[in-house]
């Protein structure tokens, strides 16, 4: 098997910050990390150099529709190759594919379509630059009419174990996250359902006020999706959802950190009181991510991109173009340690899916997925299971 040894000048692992690091990989896997100096080298392990270059895990997204001109939706073998090819030239080296809301026929298809492609290619090394699809996020259709930003009116449904039950059917195993408003009559029911299938659950596209968060916070959401988006709005005598993610400690907060879903100090008081632990960054990118301005899809809808925003035909922002690299630049203009804003896109992603000793993370027995960060943090390498660039 073949082995390499990087060397860098600095490694985030993201638990530790290693000067003058090594980072040994054996076929898909990292087989070692530490110190250069302590760390024994494999026998015949071939030497890569990055001076001046940081190495952190590979970023992990759990919450994206698509990229290269393609949405998870179509649910083929090619769309989502092309989807996992374009996010890994960024740094993103595994993600949760991300539905819409659809007609339950359609979103059936999709998650069978990518059910089918997860369990595929999890029979096969990668031989080149891709990102692994970890799973499926469910985004809607048990949303909030009233939150449901450009999420089609016609096809959310009332909470339904029944319809849960359906798509977990088709999911074979895949099911990561379902999103859902906890303010709707059976929504518990479903928390119970989903969280018997071993899904974390998310609180987003909501109305709910704070009692009903808490309540769901109770009885075992753990996770809020796109923070403050379609979401009901803050009040200090009415504090609504905000209140009960924001103050919850368990609960883990996306961010899209792009600087146009959310203002900066809203930003700092997410980082300050879900403390760089409970921060997730995500893209929520669509399929117009790494492709220029015009016109794409989201779903069944038409999404316009200019300057890199995405809306719809009313102007309602519908998902990003963000890339996670970018995310976390963002996130360190605000003044957040590297090593915290890291784990924002890799340990703590990871952890969420219970995957934190395989993914968004440099230890042994991990799998081989590295970014090689410059002095401005744009990404000069990146190696997805072993594979890829390791240009430094
Ligand atoms: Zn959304």
Redesign the pocket.
């Known amino acids: 098997m073949q082995s390499l040894a990087i060397h860098a000048s600095r490694v985030l692992t993201p638990f530790e910050d290693i000067a003058d690091g090594v980072v040994v990989i054996q076929g898909s896997k990292i087989s070692e990390v530490g110190p250069r100096g302590q760390v024994v080298l494999p026998r015949g392990a071939r030497e890569i150099p990055a001076k001046g270059k940081t190495v952190v895990p590979g970023f992990v997204d759990v919450h994206i529709h698509g990229a290269g001109g393609r949405d998870v939706m179509a649910g083929n073998a090619e769309s989502l190759e092309i989807i996992a090819g374009t996010v890994a030239r960024y740094g993103t080296t595994s993600f949760v594919a991300t539905t819409v809301t659809a007609s339950q026929a359609e979103t059936c298809e999709s998650v069978g379509g990518i059910a089918r492609f997860i369990l595929k290619s999890s029979q096969f090394a990668a031989r080149e630059l891709s990102a692994e699809i970890l799973g499926i996020h469910f985004?809607g259709p048990f949303i909030s009419k009233a939150r449901r930003?450009v999420?089609p009116e016609e096809w959310i449904l009332p909470p339904s174990t029944e319809v849960l039950a359906e798509f977990l059917k088709e999911a074979r195993g895949t099911a990561q996250i379902l999103?859902l408003a906890p303010e709707l009559p059976g929504a518990f029911d479903l928390i119970a359902a989903a969280r018997q299938a071993g899904l974390v659950v998310s609180i987003?596209?909501t109305d709910a006020n704070y009692e009903q968060a808490l309540a769901a916070i109770h009885a075992g959401a753990t996770h809020a999706?796109?923070v403050y988006?379609?979401m009901r709005p803050f009040s200090h005598r009415g504090t609504g959802v905000l209140g009960a993610v924001l103050t919850s400690p368990k609960v883990s907060a996306e961010l899209i950190a792009d600087n146009v879903h959310v203002d900066e100090a809203a930003m700092r008081m997410l980082v300050d009181l879900k403390t760089p632990e409970r921060v997730i960054l995500v893209s929520?990118g669509t399929s117009a991510t790494g492709m220029p301005d015009g016109k794409y899809q989201l779903g069944k809808l038409q999404v316009k991109v200019s300057g890199g925003v995405c809306r719809n035909t009313e102007g309602k922002l519908a998902?990003s173009t963000l890339t996670l690299d970018r995310a976390l630049r963002n996130i360190v203009a605000l003044g957040v340690p590297l090593a915290s804003a890291v784990r924002m896109v890799t340990a703590n992603p990871a952890r969420q899916l219970g995957l934190g000793s395989r993914k968004g993370i440099l230890a042994p027995g991990a799998d081989a997925d590295l970014v090689f960060l410059d002095d401005k943090l744009e990404v000069s390498g990146v190696m997805t299971r072993g594979v890829g660039l390791t240009q430094a």
Do not use: I
């Open positions: 985004e930003g999420h999103t987003g596209h999706a796109h988006n379609a929520d998902g």
